[in-house]
């Protein structure tokens, strides 16, 4: 059996036995199959030996077993690693900072304790997932959207705790604004309630953001110092209508001006939505795997091989989908401020629900066509030369459709596979299961042309020169910001390609950090990083480590707070190109 | 000289002569004149004998000097209270809560230190008041709207640190939302940024503000964890178009729909501005003083002499003011959607700058006609008859106008001086200085019919039964949430009003917590009741307070936060109702 680091086996065994207690028996893992669930599956700082050890997961049902389990941790000194329902995507996935930490699995904290229809939010748990609540709206016929990232498998209150991001509307858009009132589990085992009062005696807890006294709910993300055990979410009412809409920019030369002009329309607030921009590799990965076949050895595509495929799925330079929600009057008056603002760069396509499902029709009588041999071509002529696109490209706008008015779905976790050995499945995507390698590192910019094109001109030569293909996607994060997440796919069954892959993410970490741009979250393998240049503001953080968690129970390490003691990673190879 | 509770006038000597090498003799005051300014000027809760005392007051100019004073503060744990532009209006103005602590005046430093139009936020520091950023917007030609509270004489930065609101459009409206970034003195003298990177390395620290690690700028609001002396607010770029607009409630029944049809209105983005809400004594104050003539000795208005004064100025039950901010189409759009939600519970006015222009020089016309006594009458009825409104009224709409456009002014301060015995100034309002006695409390309610009417139906008894005038005015927070303001307005001159006013405020304060209405911020008189019924919650701000301030150096006693030591106010002599 593993033990946590420093404790000593009795104790530990003296531990589990108590929360069998608690939690039951069949709750508390200790098996090697059990606990392999709980691993970074996409990462290449870990390999077989360096893999991060979990020394037990437990499976609690209520806050007041989460209580239980923190005060014998607490007496233990044994560190607890909580996850919601343990996704957190190229991140780090369910995988605990400090070798050796115990999970606390929430995964049976799945309830939905309150709909409230007339002011709009819900209260849930943090195991219950995007799929579940939309399940849940759905089949109980309440008028409220949700806002989900892609894939929907993970936890809303995960999701807003890292601070992430989805597609609607401010505040829904960005899942830490959005959320309001947050029950926690104090590393000592007490319980509080955000705001000073707990929902027994205030009507507010979950309507009024701030509460009195100091706002504390921030504390409590991207950090270790709580185990949020309920939260309350805003959600959009359902919209009298709704258009999504893409646009393919014309040329690579009008990208800032593009920028430029997003962001006085959602400075004005005309796109209130979380505008997606996706590069043309990063579209590519949508609709195909890398082409092996033609590639001989080459871990990334030619510029001529790039080029072939671009024409061939007519992907443009960039392209972007946003949406518009309210009456049709006000998204016609939107519409129209948009297209005369957007109009000149590039091509723009509105879709609503009826005119999707028309598309989603005449797309497959056209790949009814196209398998009829003499007819492909003449098919794909007409296409191309009517509408101006590629099946392919057009097979994105339902789903993408679908992800602005809160559907969740996996369509666009397709990318997870495009170094992956493994064909990508239609359905049922588990890129953890299927070998996929992919690092996700996302710093933010002031949303302008300038600023956006800094990072991706830093970015792609650092691309270039690892041997991969350059992947961006753009997120307006708010009318003054954009997240520009780089993802970099490597083939997991290749140790020179994840070792490249790893100088990669250090060097892109190191420059764009360099030239101002730190990131809006961070994988479990940059943590330790984090606050090496900023010795004061680490040390504020470890002082309210130290106040809350005296004993460094609660998830060592995570987000550098508190030590993660020696870890077994991979050591960090940067060799960061000078300037 | 007064020194600071528990320290030796030596030590407390030696403090000063080294705050006075560090900032000049000249800005250290230990003089009563100069002290004199430092207090609670509006209070029921403390006279004479109770005054709280200022031990010394220091004005340093810039940040360092603030890290100084704290080293010097912490040695000799001496108690400072830093306050921004010390108005704090009705909740405290500039006085301690500990008697005998140092105010820390921060009013020299006001540099407005960057003004980025593009990407629409100001730089700032807590010196700066809204006139001041105001006027250098102005005088610039920055085409950036502010959002300002009225009077607009206080510091947007402790504004925004005590969650104050004002007008505009979200998030503007909300002074905490639409900050974004803080420099902060620590307890220690530590100089920290949030987000985790100084302006120096991070280019994001005004337009991203989560930054990364946990979310910590929460923590200093409404608190004493440390001095903030810088803060990013986001501005509004001018609209294009601009129209606000007046709704008078036709009948008191329809109040509870009206609540319910704006709360709709927000949560579908069509109203996105801080809707004021005021009821009839509310608008009352706002035209004019007490009417002591008639009153033979009451201290509230009888309920025939309030229709009469109703009647006279022709004030509805409720009436309202709101915004409407875009393009021209954007706008028609909206106020169609508003009309419909709303027409049928009273009537609307729109203005645009030039029909309050237009409206403006109507007045003036008539308040001549009036001058003349033969054509008072025909004036007059003409007006009601035909517009449907009285002049004093209809004057309400200019600075109305103004505000919802960011335009800083005094005029809603009038509402100050009801009770004075000073007359009302027309221009330089100065409520401290003709001793104007008022206290506000704040509720906060979700945004139902139901729940604003029963914290409406909570306050109206007590006012009644403790002989006040039922004023309230209500603040559409957010569109799930509402602020119910309560005005006590008292006359300070007389001792046994002064009790009754302090007994209505324990009263209403005890009431609506036990309702489920917490305050959103509260005044110095309340704070060490705050966390009297959660244990847990205080258990944990003493911890974060211990663990970043030692020696609680930092405005101990601010929102129940570490010891205020043994106060000298009028004991609390509630008498609550009993249900």
Redesign the interface.
């Known amino acids: 059996m593993k033990t946590p680091p420093g404790v000593d086996p009795e104790v530990f065994e003296s531990a589990l036995s108590q929360w069998r207690e608690t939690i039951g028996e069949q709750w508390v893992f200790t098996g090697d199959a059990d606990l392999d669930l709980y691993r970074d599956a996409y990462t290449p700082f870990r390999n077989e030996e360096t893999e991060i050890v979990v020394a037990a997961a437990l499976a609690p049902e209520t806050a007041e077993q989460v209580q239980q389990i923190m005060r014998v941790a607490n007496r233990h000194k044994i560190p607890i690693y909580p996850i919601s329902t343990g996704r957190n995507l190229a991140y780090g996935g369910s995988a605990p900072v400090l070798s050796g930490s115990v999970v606390l699995d929430l995964k049976r904290l799945n309830r939905i304790l309150e709909v409230n229809e007339?002011?709009?939010?819900v209260l849930l748990e943090p195991g219950v997932s995007y799929f579940d609540l939309y399940r849940h709206l759905r089949d109980n016929g309440y008028k409220l959207w949700i806002d989900c990232p892609d894939p929907g498998w993970g936890s809303l209150i995960g999701n807003s705790l890292e601070?992430g991001a989805g597609y609607t509307?401010?505040?829904h858009r960005d899942h830490?604004?959005s959320h309001?009132g947050m029950e926690i589990v104090?590393p000592d085992g007490?319980?509080?309630?955000t705001?000073?009062?707990?929902p027994s005696?205030?009507?507010?807890w979950n309507?009024?953001?701030?509460?009195?006294?100091?706002?504390?709910?921030?504390?409590?993300?991207?950090?270790n110092?709580g185990i949020v055990t309920r939260m309350g979410i805003?959600l959009?009412?359902e919209?009298e209508a709704y258009r999504s809409f893409t646009f393919e920019l014309r040329d690579e030369q009008y990208f800032p001006a593009v920028i430029d002009a997003l962001?006085?329309l959602a400075?004005?607030?005309?796109i209130?939505c979380a505008v997606h921009m996706l590069n043309d590799v990063c579209m590519l990965t949508i609709l195909s795997q890398y082409p092996r076949e033609g590639s001989s050895g080459e871990t990334c595509l030619s510029e001529g091989m790039l080029a072939a495929l671009r024409r061939r799925y007519m992907i443009p330079p960039w392209s972007f989908a946003a949406a518009l929600?309210?009456?049709s009057?006000?998204i016609r008056?939107?519409r129209?401020?948009i297209r005369r603002a957007l109009g000149p760069y590039g091509r723009m396509m509105f879709f609503s629900d009826q005119s999707i499902a028309g598309l989603q029709w005449g797309l497959r009588l056209l790949k009814n066509v196209k398998s009829l041999p003499p007819l492909r071509s003449i098919a794909d002529s007409i296409l191309r030369g009517a509408v101006g696109a590629s099946v392919e490209v057009l097979e994105t706008a339902r789903p993408m459709h679908a992800y602005f008015k809160g559907n969740p779905g996996e369509y666009f976790g397709r990318y997870a596979y495009f170094k992956s050995d493994t064909a990508r499945p239609d359905r049922d995507l588990d890129p953890a299961r299927d070998g996929c390698g992919v690092m996700w590192l996302a710093p933010?910019?002031?949303?302008?042309g300038k600023?956006v094109t800094q990072v991706l001109d830093i970015g792609r030569p650092l691309f270039q020169k690892f041997g991969f293909d350059f992947w961006a996607a753009l997120l307006l994060?708010?009318?003054?910001?954009m997240i520009i997440l780089f993802s970099i796919f490597y083939r997991k069954t290749d140790a020179g390609e994840a070792a490249r892959s790893r100088a990669l993410y250090e060097a892109l970490a190191a420059a764009t950090?360099r030239?101002?741009?730190?990131?809006?979250?961070?994988s479990i393998a940059y943590m330790d990083r984090?606050?090496q240049?900023?010795p004061?503001?680490q040390?504020?953080?470890e002082?309210?480590k130290?106040?809350?968690d005296p004993a460094h129970v609660i998830a060592p390490g995570r987000?550098?707070?508190g030590s993660s003691g020696s870890t077994t990673r991979e050591p960090w190879t940067a060799t960061i190109p000078s300037e």
């Not at 705001?195 to 707990?198: H, L, Q, R, T």
């Not at 933010?444 to 302008?448: E, K, L, N, S």
Request: glycine share 10%; hydrophobic share 35%; charged share 15%.
């Open positions: 007339r002011n709009a939010y601070h509307v401010a505040p830490f604004d309001c104090l007490s319980l509080i309630y705001g000073g009062y707990p005696v205030s009507r507010t309507v009024h953001k701030w509460g009195v006294g100091p706002y504390l709910e921030g504390l409590f993300t991207q950090s110092f805003w959009m009412p919209p962001r006085r400075l004005d607030g005309v209130d929600y309210g009456t009057a006000q008056v939107n129209r401020l933010v910019a002031p949303c302008t600023d994060d708010s009318p003054r910001s950090l030239a101002g741009y730190p990131q809006y979250r961070t984090l606050w240049d900023v004061d503001y040390n504020l953080l002082k309210i130290t106040a809350l987000y550098g707070i």
